[in-house]
């Protein structure tokens, strides 16, 4: 092939590559849009409870018997979250929702509710992505059965309002975490965590946490960050990101 048909070839080549790139991005950008679940887009879902403005990211996780499943308004939930209540898809489990999501919450992607008692967030929980809480631990103590084929046992779990969950914690059953906790990136939680602490480890530690006569304690290693750039107010910073900044019960 002579060299300036071959340049063209090869001009042409590389224009459809970008306009398939672009293509393939318009048609999945599309896609997600169109799979998202809402209370005004539901798809196949019909959830115990889906509040206004809430939002399930698409590609969904494995979401099974959602109508045992609540989530208050103005939720983000993440792509490829799971979230399931029971065992197995097509179970009845009764009027009351397993899982209950509060309003405000944002779930981060690849994380997993594994339910099948109760696991309760309050308003405005945060997670990073990969988190995962379940209610539910298998039961090991017959050296007759496989330990998989043994009973399991439940025990709630419930996460105070405001709380923020690092990227690839695991909240164990049993776990009860107070208001405005930190969850350290990593860490296994079990037990009671009080208000105001910030947790880390596995097992999971109080590792600062405050009191009224104390502050918090041990100090900060860094100063606080200035919440507001010079010159702007605390309106137009609102009107930008559309949320509501106060914390969780403040009027
Ligand atoms: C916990 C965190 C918020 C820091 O909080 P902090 O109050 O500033 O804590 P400090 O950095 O002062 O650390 C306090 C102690 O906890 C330890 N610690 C902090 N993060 C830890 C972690 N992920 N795992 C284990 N220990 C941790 C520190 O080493 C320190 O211990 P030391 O005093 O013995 O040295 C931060 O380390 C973290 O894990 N962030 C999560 C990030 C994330 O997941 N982002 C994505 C989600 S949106």
């Known amino acids: ?72 308004p103005f939720c983000i939930i993440g792509e490829r979250v799971t979230m399931s209540a029971g065992f197995l898809p097509g179970l009845d489990l009764g009027p009351e929702p397993v899982i209950r999501i509060g309003g405000g919450c944002v779930i981060g992607r690849g994380s997993h509710l594994v339910g099948h008692q109760s696991i309760v967030l309050g308003d405005d929980v945060w997670t990073g992505p990969n988190v995962y809480i379940s209610d539910q631990a298998h039961e090991y103590r017959d050296t007759t059965l496989p330990i998989g084929k043994q009973w399991p046992r439940n025990e709630p779990v419930e996460i105070g309002a405001g709380s923020w969950i690092g990227t690839g914690a695991v909240i164990l059953p049993g776990a009860r975490l107070g208001r405005n906790v930190v969850v350290a990136a990593g860490s296994v939680v079990r037990g009671e965590v009080p208000d105001f602490a910030v947790v880390a480890g596995a097992p999971a530690r109080v590792v600062r946490s405050y009191s009224e006569l104390d502050g918090w304690q041990p100090p900060f290693r860094y100063e606080a960050p200035q919440p507001l750039p010079e010159g702007v107010t605390a309106e137009q910073l609102r009107a930008l990101v559309g949320w509501d900044l106060r914390p969780p019960g403040a009027e």
Do not use: C
């Open 1 to 72: 092939m002579p060299l300036a048909a071959a340049r063209l070839l090869a001009a042409a080549r590389a224009r459809t590559r970008r306009a398939t790139g672009r293509a393939v991005h318009r048609a999945w950008r599309w896609v997600q849009e169109r799979g998202a679940v809402s209370n005004q887009q539901p798809g196949p879902y019909r959830f115990h409870t889906l509040g206004d403005g809430s939002k399930l990211a698409f590609p969904l996780g494995t979401v099974f018997n959602e109508q045992s499943i609540a989530i208050g």
